[in-house]
């Protein structure tokens, strides 16, 4: 199955600043099939960026998504305070589907 | 607005079968453009595909459940259902259902999920 590894694990940012997510695959994966999701406490994921660089229904414009093959980034460009959260990025081009382990946006 | 709740029971014995179902309202069990899958999420492996199933009942498990897992669907109660069985510690998670399209987005709705706990 392909492995999804994020970086950094926790990324302390402030309210303003721009936020960059990693997330590394272990063998090439179609752009078409990679996405992000938030997820606060308590809460089930939500569907942020699909198809690489896609927005999901009403997800604002400062989150973007990049990448190809083994390479994929999510960038907020500007923190809201609802923003701070965790993300995951997924692979959905070959079964199983795999999810990342997570970056954490804390407030510093 | 596409809805789903998950509900079954919080408690399952080891060695017992996992039960969950998954009632959709807003959409239609029965399109041919979607999936009906299911993820559960534990503090320890983080999120992880189950599996999935369309209407006419075709299946897809996650290989490293596969032997333990049944998913089923009844369109008449616009229902998914979910069986674990010979559950472990290890199958203690938050267990979620999602639409999962053909096309365009992978996972677009998601029921707010059920906590089990395998525990004798």
């Known amino acids: 199955e392909v492995v999804l590894t994020q970086s950094p694990g926790t990324l302390s940012l402030s309210p303003g600043e721009r936020a960059t997510l990693s997330c590394r695959a272990s063998q090439s994966v179609r752009s078409t099939s990679f996405a992000w999701y938030q997820q606060k406490a308590g809460q089930p994921p939500r569907l942020l960026i699909y198809?690489?660089?896609t927005r999901a229904t009403g997800i604002p414009d400062r989150f973007s998504g990049s990448g190809s093959e083994t390479d994929f980034t999510l960038t907020i460009s500007r923190l809201e305070p609802e923003d701070f959260a965790v993300y995951y990025c997924q692979q959905y081009d070959s079964s199983p589907r795999t999810f990342g382990q997570g970056t954490k946006v804390e407030i510093k | 607005q596409v809805q789903l709740q998950e509900s079954g029971p919080g408690l399952v014995k080891p060695s017992e079968t996992l039960s969950l179902t998954c009632t959709v309202s807003g959409a239609s069990i029965s399109s041919r453009d979607d999936y009906w899958g299911w993820i559960r999420q534990t503090p320890g492996k983080g999120l992880e595909w189950i599996g999935s199933i369309d209407y006419s009942g075709t299946a897809f498990y996650n290989p490293s459940l596969k032997n333990r897992l049944t998913i089923s669907i009844d369109p008449s109660k616009s229902q998914v259902s979910l069986k674990v069985h010979s559950v472990t510690a290890a199958d203690t998670a938050m267990y979620y259902c999602?639409?999962?399209?053909?096309?365009?987005?992978?996972?677009?709705?998601w029921g707010h999920g059920t906590r089990v706990t395998v525990s004798s």
């Open positions: 198809e690489t660089s």
């Open positions: 999602s639409r999962q399209p053909n096309y365009g987005p992978p996972h677009d709705f």
